[in-house]
């Protein structure tokens, strides 16, 4: 894919209306798509802002049958609020314990560290990732968590409740470590209130919940929650990655930060519904699809806040004097409108073989939770071949080194992938260069029929009638005037596509290729950006152009150039590995048709007209400035 080719060069000459339309499609073409793409990635996936207000969901929040509790308070009721009498059932047994107690539960994939306090998890490590400082990855956000709540506390609509059972200190079944399989069961007791949750886990990233809170005998309605996003946000812009994912009936939707509200309520039917970022996610598969309800919550965090309040030599240093910097946090939670809430929770990357094998009750799997946003199916297969490539290419990660050179074929992947792209695009930018080659055989009749009608402007009526002369001597000749087009017209989906996946999957995350310590994140040194800089305008400089106006020839010579440096300058560097090696494949490319018969007419054909040209002059008898081919 590689080159930002002229594909007009075929086009009409002479300077009228008619001139370059095959140019001018493909720069509609092109910066239609990328502007679309701007206001796609808007709307799905926006930058790091301070959020507008919330956006109301379809359905009212679901509110419980009667008052829970004493809002603030942290607390639970035990006597009426408005008569000060005490409830009529009778107080249960107490069942608390005596002080905070940690349980480590652990397989190969993850550890998580429950404390009995709120029977919560308060860290979640995933043990195959780490963060940028190299240290085993947490998804427990703890600045954020500590805000609004950790994963597995309990929503209960009512704020005192709600303090309540995340303040309360349970009894564990167990203390210690816990390897899986196995389970962990809490319970707390106090006057009417009673609750358990139960939590089974196996070899996978997903745990099984049970959850069941009692008032006066009665269910609770009380949601699971992970309620404060995750803790591979490293930077402000990663937060803006934040989504609600949801799939009912076997339809997937992708909701970004922007269109979701706080406490708002969601009721079901769900196949699996929860929170993800850029590469990590939490999704609650319920037991019963039918009964399942999804609280959304948003809140916002000052990251200069959160990093100053981390312990010396974590995190970035902060300037104590720092704006506050507001990113958004999203969390979810779900439970059963009986109370009684079942369910799975999956914790873990969004990578495509562990998501294929995570199912829902209903059947469904995980795999639409990576999306590869608006040219998705195109960069899932792009994925899938660079996949295929990385699998036949990679060593076993069976030890450290082993691993390093895993990571680091990532970089030779796309580098084979290119090679392939390029090879099957091939015969098209042959037949474009054919269609150009047909196209300046017959530009002299063509520039006949504009000398007749004295190239009119394009208000001028007489100028419908010289395009449809032109249009049908094209149709006679057997010439297309798009034809130069279709090999861009394929190549920028392809290009915007390998963007976006670069960007979604786990896979590059922190894959390192020689000074690039991370593929899905921009060149440091912004190399890789100067040399697509240099190879695109080589690759302009030696594909031939005639019948292009010179002013619109300097200006693709230098624009297009110019466009791919600031497109590879701040973005995904595996984005410009893919860029530079297909500019220097078609330079290769460029060279040896250059030497063909065909490469040699088209240049005797650019000759002819930068000589016609330096005859007529521009009318101040200056030749016109123009890049030709070269050998």
């Not at 005192?160 to 309360?168: D, E, K, N």
């Not at 100053?308 to 507001?326: D, E, F, M, T, Y």
Request: with cysteine; charged share 15%.
């Amino acid at each position: 894919m590689a080159e930002f080719r002229n594909p007009n060069a075929a086009g009409p000459g002479g300077g009228g209306p008619q001139d370059n339309r095959s140019l001018l499609l493909m720069m509609v073409v092109m910066f239609g798509v990328i502007f679309g793409l701007q206001i796609w990635r808007a709307k799905h996936n926006p930058q790091t802002a301070s959020p507008a207000a919330p956006v109301a969901q379809t359905t009212a929040a679901a509110q419980p049958a009667a008052p829970l509790g004493s809002a603030g308070t942290g607390t639970f009721p035990t006597a009426n609020p408005a008569t000060g009498t005490t409830p009529s059932v009778a107080t249960m047994p107490t069942v608390q314990a005596a002080a905070e107690a940690t349980t480590v539960v652990e397989n190969d994939l993850y550890r998580i560290t429950f404390s009995n306090r709120g029977a919560q998890a308060v860290s979640w490590i995933l043990k195959k990732y780490t963060d940028n400082e190299g240290k085993p990855l947490d998804l427990v956000h703890d600045g954020a968590a500590k805000q609004f709540g950790f994963p597995l506390s309990l929503y209960a609509y009512d704020s005192g409740m709600t303090t309540g059972l995340a303040q309360a200190l349970y009894v564990p079944s167990s203390t210690g470590t816990l390897n899986a399989p196995g389970s962990l069961t809490f319970h707390y007791a106090a006057g009417n209130v009673v609750v358990q949750k139960t939590f089974s886990f196996d070899n996978t990233y997903a745990i099984h919940a049970d959850t069941l809170v009692t008032q006066n005998g009665a269910p609770v309605r009380t949601l699971l929650a992970w309620p404060a996003g995750f803790g591979d946000a490293e930077n402000a812009l990663a937060y803006a990655g934040a989504q609600v994912d949801t799939m009912s009936g076997g339809k997937e939707d992708h909701e970004s930060f922007k269109k979701i509200s706080s406490g708002n309520t969601l009721n079901g039917p769900f196949d699996w519904a929860g929170v993800s970022d850029q590469y990590f996610a939490a999704i609650f598969l319920p037991d019963s699809v039918q009964g399942a309800s999804l609280a959304t919550f948003h809140h916002e965090i000052d990251v200069n806040k959160v990093q100053r309040s981390l312990s010396p030599g974590q995190g970035i240093p902060v300037k104590p004097n720092a704006k506050p910097i507001l990113v958004p946090v999203l969390g979810t939670a779900l439970g059963d409108a009986s109370g009684h809430t079942l369910t799975r929770l999956f914790v873990g990357p969004k990578a495509v073989n562990v998501l294929g094998t995570v199912q829902s009750s209903s059947g469904e799997t995980l795999k639409p939770l990576l999306d590869f946003g608006f040219f998705g199916p195109i960069g899932k297969y792009l994925f899938l071949a660079l996949r295929a490539i990385h699998s036949a290419i990679a060593p076993a990660a069976n030890s450290a080194i082993a691993f390093t050179k895993y990571n680091r074929s990532w970089g030779w992947a796309i580098i084979l992938l290119t090679i392939t792209i390029n090879l099957v695009l091939l015969p098209l930018r042959v037949q474009g260069m054919k269609s150009m080659l047909k196209m300046q055989r017959i530009q002299p009749e063509l520039d006949k029929i504009k000398a007749r009608y004295k190239n009119p402007k394009a208000t001028d009526p007489k100028a419908a009638e010289m395009n449809a002369e032109i249009m049908a001597y094209q149709k006679t000749q057997g010439v297309s005037m798009f034809g130069g087009c279709v090999p861009m017209l394929i190549q920028l989906p392809l290009l915007f596509a390998f963007f976006s996946m670069l960007t979604k999957v786990v896979e590059l995350r922190q894959a390192h290729f020689f000074w690039l310590p991370d593929l899905s994140a921009a060149d440091p040194y912004h190399i890789l950006p100067i040399l697509m800089l240099i190879t695109s305008f080589v690759v302009q400089y030696y594909t031939p152009s005639p019948g292009v106006d010179p002013q619109q020839q300097k200006m693709m010579a230098f624009m297009m150039p110019a466009f791919s440096m600031y497109m590879t300058w701040n973005y995904a560097s595996g984005l410009a590995i893919y860029w530079v090696t297909g500019n220097l494949i078609m330079m290769a490319q460029q060279a040896i048709t250059n030497r063909t018969a065909m490469g040699r007419e088209l240049r005797e054909i650019a000759a002819q007209r930068a000589k016609l040209k330096a005859t007529t002059g521009t009318g101040m008898g200056v030749a016109p400035r123009t890049i030709q081919g070269r050998r």
